[in-house]
């Protein structure tokens, strides 16, 4: 993630009386390391401790830290916790029985404009990191604490009419673009990218963080329920699948494709209670599915009585037909539905309506098409086709961030959001 740059400093500077007369005040002095504690705050990972360890060993050369006094003989460490770290990984190793390490002391953080003295502080933080190398789960976390801070200098300016789009104009700078091109000086889209990361559970943020899983796999796993992401970093850690965008697309349509046919094997319903498709009737004991008639059967007939009660006969075993109930149970609703009346003891105006599918005025054959079913095909016919396209897009949007060429990354992306709205509309 690049440095932060425009409306952060400017603000700051802007509802600060003198930022060098601040700087000035501050001033250095020799503090036991043993008495500088962690910043809570700090969100940021620390590598390379005991590199740092080694390198102190050769020279005691250290920039100063950044601390505030907390009033009781601690003090709060702001910027320096990698120097402090090693340090005391040196004590513990025995190579010093006591150190002091020279530090900033801070005037305590206050309430600048809209910012809050706990907002200032985390400022100051993120400020303090921003030079190092951020892993993966650094720029999340960045994000996700600088929002908040971003959505109060930008109410404030927008009060304030400092977000006008253009002279002259009442349109203002929406809060995604500022936020994204003012405050963290990224592109939309991966700030998008980066936000809709934010979604992942914990495990599968340490699995992306640690690179066992890529950028793009990670930001379709976002989309999946907390349960499926932890399964699927399960899977990985211990080697059943190895990650990669291509096992990860084929577990995705294979969990498409068994949706599909669970939706499909369910009996669709009448507002009435009643099946559109067959009914069921009782064969020696048995299940047997009936399709809907056909034009070789007679659409004539009585319908049978409804009981308030299943009839003797049913709880015997005989081969008749059976009516649902008046009131059905809950544990028994879905076996009592299933048994319907034979269309063939109906008369033509006590048949279900037909299927929106049907054309009204004539009898379906078996070897029809329905309008419906013409439908949903087509519709996958084109979703798979379009997926395919996604593919080709995310394949270019990887070649554009691995030339650094934000830009062109940045205008695939939009075209991938473009095709994914028209997927999820048709799907």
């Not at 001033?27 to 008495?35: C, K, P, T």
């Not at 640690?210 to 990985?236: C, F, H, R």
């Not at 059943?240 to 009996?267: M, Q, V």
């Not at 319908?303 to 008046?326: I, K, L, N």
Request: proline share 4%.
């Amino acid at each position: 993630m690049k440095k932060h740059r425009g409306s952060i400093i400017n603000y700051l500077n802007a509802t600060t009386q003198n930022a060098a007369q601040a700087e000035s005040a501050y001033h250095v002095q020799q503090i036991d390391a043993e008495r500088i504690i962690p910043n809570e705050k700090n969100f940021y990972s620390i590598e390379g401790v005991e590199e740092m360890a080694n390198s102190l060993a050769v020279s005691d050369h250290m920039p100063p830290l950044e601390v505030v006094d907390n009033g009781d003989g601690t003090y709060r460490l702001i910027s320096g916790e990698r120097r402090l770290s090693a340090t005391l990984c040196r004590i513990r190793r025995g190579e010093l029985e006591k150190a002091t390490l020279p530090c900033h002391i801070l005037p305590s953080f206050t309430a600048k404009g809209a910012l809050s003295a706990e907002q200032v502080e985390m400022l100051h933080i993120i400020l303090a990191n921003n030079y190092r190398q951020k892993t993966a789960l650094d720029q999340l976390n960045e994000v996700k604490q600088m929002e908040p801070i971003a959505r109060a200098i930008y109410d404030d300016a927008k009060e304030k009419g400092a977000l006008a789009e253009s002279e002259g104009s009442s349109l203002n700078m929406r809060f995604r673009t500022f936020f994204a091109k003012e405050i963290l000086d990224i592109s939309e889209a991966k700030l998008q990218r980066l936000q809709s990361l934010t979604k992942l559970t914990e495990k599968a943020r340490k699995a992306f963080d640690e690179g066992l899983i890529g950028k793009t796999v990670a930001a379709q796993m976002a989309s999946l329920s907390p349960e499926e992401q932890d399964n699927i970093v399960y899977k990985i850690r211990s080697g059943t699948c190895d990650g990669t965008y291509a096992e990860f697309k084929d577990w995705l349509e294979g969990r498409k494709r068994a949706e599909e046919e669970e939706e499909a094997s369910l009996p669709l319903w009448e507002e009435d209670g009643e099946t559109h498709i067959s009914d069921r009737i009782v064969d020696g004991g048995t299940s047997e599915e009936k399709t809907s008639p056909t034009a070789e059967e007679p659409l004539t007939g009585k319908e049978p009585q409804r009981s308030a009660e299943t009839s003797a006969a049913d709880s015997a075993g005989a081969d008749e037909d059976v009516t649902e109930t008046a009131e059905t149970s809950d544990e028994d609703a879905s076996d009592a539905a299933a048994f319907t009346p034979q269309a063939s003891e109906r008369t033509e105006d006590q048949i279900p309506q037909p299927l929106a599918d049907r054309k009204p005025d004539a009898a379906p054959t078996l070897s029809a098409l329905s309008v419906g079913q013409a439908e949903k095909e087509a519709n996958l016919w084109v979703a798979e086709r379009l997926q395919a396209l996604v593919e080709e897009v995310e394949a270019k949007i990887r070649a554009a961030e691995e030339m650094h060429e934000s830009v062109d990354a940045a205008r695939w992306e939009v075209r991938r959001s473009a095709i994914r709205l028209i997927i999820e509309t048709i799907s």
